[in-house]
């Protein structure tokens, strides 16, 4: 029977484009003896072949168990059918166009082979910078639409020189059907600009490094952007960018050559040595070492943790190679060196992305004092992921290049969604079957340029994924541009729209990635979020059922005095909790340094413009207010982050006795809040804090749901290490598993995950209990 000769047509789908699939394919065949066709469709990879049996079963169990490194298989499904090709070979034909049901892979740091060509001396590609293969370099961010094939790339207007066709070409080549592949005669080239925007005739990577090394500014063009890159151990440079970025505090990402260069800076735990060469390159936050800020003046004032992240493309690796004084082999990869490059975004006032190099020139002039660029086109913006490592694992802050547009399965499947998040760390989703596609992070939507990106980003994902969304949803706030957008769109379409309550989206973007069906419980802790009943939530007990949601308990409220701007004035919330604790006379002189304490206490007192809230990130503001760490935030979640790393510096505490109440499902933290108001100790007050919080927390799960075995937790909140740590703690030796966001982040960057999840859960009928979506 095994020697019968059976055909069959393989349909493979999942990210198997771009990844080196066809040739894997085309080498498995002919070392099997077998004969037929493997191409790239709108749908994935599709394969005929024919040969023995025995064979053709042996194809189909390897291509999922050999696939190549990058490649993600979702199926490999197989039927019998009559040949369609004649010959007795097997051969890679061309690309078939047609309704897209597979996705493009995402952009991967460059591989140890394509580097050993680049720093070896007698190849041709010697300091090449745009050297890539089949199993790395850029994917998603040079693609303009499905199939993957090079003329729908920004490497089409390079055609291919005969050497370079020849790798194409040959089955045997790591470069066979490397739809970017490419070379110093027929590829992409750099060029050095002044500030002005004339060209320099220097060496582009000695003319920029030499520059960095002066103090200057360089706009370096990477994958999916531009980055500002200064030497990190310049104080003067680092002081420079923050001024003319108008980035006051907010820490920078700092790149190093490699593990060993950010040994005497960070501290480095189990795995992350390894998290930091994942291809995907995310910026890693790693626990400063007492000497990092004098090392590294200025670039992440105050902080616990600095994002770490190494090169990944080979431009990147290229100026670290000049800074060792261009030596040849890898070897000198496995050494420190001293070479620290500041890489932010080069997206100036909070707006997207630059990519094309006239919008480099344009936006970025008087910031930049060099322009280190190529004629590459970068098809799609993808700002850098980042992820910092915890106990169960990686978990993303930002998801972005490396990571978009990876699927997350989900537990069913149905018509397509499409959902636009909220307003802060914004993302878009859309669903195509049992599928959801996150998009990259787009941003804060407080900028019409943002907002067209998050229309940009729409059409273009739909595009890609070939989909009719059959849903729109976005959250209940009716000013987020997010929505207004989900309505218009909804709108011209005829869709019905679906409002979501912000926290049970956060809760339902964990549940999805888990495929969690059916009631389950949610701590949902966050800054803020229109509450169904008109209020700001944000420290919510919840519980989830399908496409509906309850509310089952919340923090008790606490004042917003000024509203909004008490958000971002630490000091307000805790001359909130001086009011509350009947001591509102004590507020002008506590915090006589701000002009406005006085009619903050009358405000208190006459509760004008007070509005009241639920959110547990105010609750991080208020204690670092008392506490007399932040009194004016310069950036979202500092005070919280500032708190967050006292108490790491102090270390374990035992919780305040009779530091909560529980009351009416209600959990008020006064008795705590009291505590800190008089606690003159910060590092103390911190850790106090974050050990009694967790403790409450528990309780309040215990209390309301005694019999609840597991507990979703969701919210920017739970990217606070020592707060998650002491939960799960806790809960675990209650018996009660806290489930955590891993492949989205916690914040409000995965919320377009779970808007998406409920209206799939809503058009297939799977609503369940009360509460739920307006």
Not at 472 to 487: E, G, I, K, Q, Y
Request: aromatic share 6%.
């Amino acid at each position: 029977m095994s020697n019968a000769i059976v055909c069959q047509n393989i349909r493979v789908s999942g990210v198997v484009q771009g990844v080196g699939f066809r040739p894997f394919v085309w080498r498995l065949a002919r070392e099997l003896g077998l004969a037929g066709w493997v191409r790239n469709d709108s749908r994935g990879v599709e394969i005929e072949v024919r040969g023995a049996a025995a064979q053709v079963k042996s194809l189909t169990e390897r291509l999922e168990q050999e696939a190549p490194p990058l490649a993600r298989i979702n199926s490999v499904i197989a039927r019998d059918t009559a040949p369609a090709y004649p010959g007795d070979d097997f051969v890679i034909i061309d690309s078939r166009s047609g309704r897209a049901a597979t996705m493009i892979g995402h952009d991967t740091g460059v591989c140890r082979d394509c580097l050993a060509e680049m720093f070896d001396p007698g190849s041709r590609r010697w300091r090449y910078a745009f050297t890539n293969c089949t199993n790395c370099g850029p994917r998603y961010t040079i693609s303009r639409g499905l199939p993957y094939d090079r003329a729908r790339t920004s490497l089409r207007p390079f055609t291919l020189c005969p050497k370079c066709q020849c790798e194409y070409r040959l089955p045997e080549d790591r470069r066979f059907h490397a739809e970017a592949n490419c070379c110093p005669k027929c590829g992409p080239q750099l060029f050095l600009l002044d500030g002005e925007g004339h060209r320099l005739a220097d060496d582009p990577i000695a003319g920029a490094l030499a520059m960095l090394m002066q103090g200057k500014i360089v706009a370096i063009k990477g994958l999916g952007g531009f980055h500002l890159a200064c030497d990190a151990r310049n104080a003067v440079a680092v002081a420079v960018l923050r001024e003319r970025k108008q980035r006051d505090e907010k820490p920078f990402v700092v790149m190093l050559a490699n593990a060993p260069s950010a040994a005497h800076l960070v501290q480095m735990g189990i795995g992350e040595p390894g998290l930091m060469t994942l291809p995907t390159r995310p910026a890693i936050l790693l626990r400063k070492r007492g000497s990092c800020d004098a090392a590294l003046p200025g670039v992440a004032p105050g902080l616990a943790l600095l994002g770490v992240m190494l090169p990944y493309t080979p431009l990147q690796f290229l100026l670290f190679h000049e800074a060792a004084k261009r030596p040849a082999g890898v070897g000198w990869l496995e050494r420190a060196q001293d070479l620290a490059l500041v890489m932010t975004s080069a997206n100036p006032g909070g707006e997207p992305l630059v990519i094309g190099n006239s919008e480099a020139l344009l936006r970025l002039y008087g910031i930049a004092d060099a322009f280190l660029m190529h004629d590459r086109d970068i098809a799609t913006r993808c700002d850098d992921s980042v992820a910092r490592i915890t106990t169960g694992g990686l978990q993303f802050i930002r998801r972005a290049r490396g990571y978009t547009p990876r699927a997350i399965k989900l537990p069913i499947s149905g018509p397509s969604v499409l959902a636009v998040g909220a307003w802060f760390k914004n993302t878009i989703c859309v669903t195509r079957g049992d599928e959801a596609f996150v998009s990259q992070h787009i941003g804060d939507l407080d900028n019409a340029s943002v907002c067209d990106f998050l229309e940009e980003s729409v059409t273009q994902l739909v595009k890609l994924l070939g989909v009719e969304p059959a849903i729109v949803a976005h959250d209940l706030h009716p000013d987020f541009h997010s929505t207004r957008f989900a309505a218009d769109f909804a709108q011209q379409r005829r869709l019905p729209l679906l409002g979501v309550q912000h926290h049970h989206a956060h809760a339902a973007a964990v549940l999805a990635e888990h495929g969690i069906l059916g009631s389950t419980l949610a701590l949902s802790l966050d800054g803020v979020g229109l509450g169904t009943d008109g209020a700001a939530w944000g420290g919510e007990l919840l519980r989830v059922d399908g496409a509906g949601f309850a509310r089952i308990g919340h923090l008790v409220p606490l004042a917003l005095p000024g509203g909004d701007r008490a958000a971002n004035e630490p000091w307000r919330m805790a001359a909130a909790v001086l009011h509350r604790l009947g001591r509102n006379g004590e507020i002008s002189q506590r915090f006589a340094a701000q002009p406005a304490a006085p009619a903050v206490a009358q405000m208190l007192a006459g509760d004008i413009h007070c509005p009241p809230t639920t959110s547990m990130g105010r609750m991080f503001d208020a204690a670092a207010g008392l506490l007399g760490i932040k009194s004016v935030m310069a950036y979202e979640g500092q005070a919280a982050m500032l708190l967050e790393g006292l108490a790491q510096s102090y270390g374990d505490i035992l919780p305040l006795d009779l530091g909560w109440r529980i009351e009416q499902g209600r959990l008020d933290l006064l008795p705590l809040l009291a505590a800190l108001a008089d606690e003159k100790n910060p590092e103390r007050g911190a850790a106090l804090f974050h050990a009694t919080l967790a403790a409450a927390l528990v309780d309040w799960v215990r209390v309301l749901a005694p019999a609840e075995r597991t507990v979703v937790g969701s919210g920017g909140c739970f990217l606070n290490e020592v707060l998650l740590r002491a939960l799960r703690a806790r809960l675990g030796a209650q018996g009660i598993q806290l489930i955590e966001a891993r492949q989205v982040p916690p914040n409000d960057g995965g919320l377009s995950v779970g808007q998406a999840w409920i209206a799939l859960q809503h058009l297939v009928g799977s609503q369940g209990s009360a509460g739920g979506c307006a």
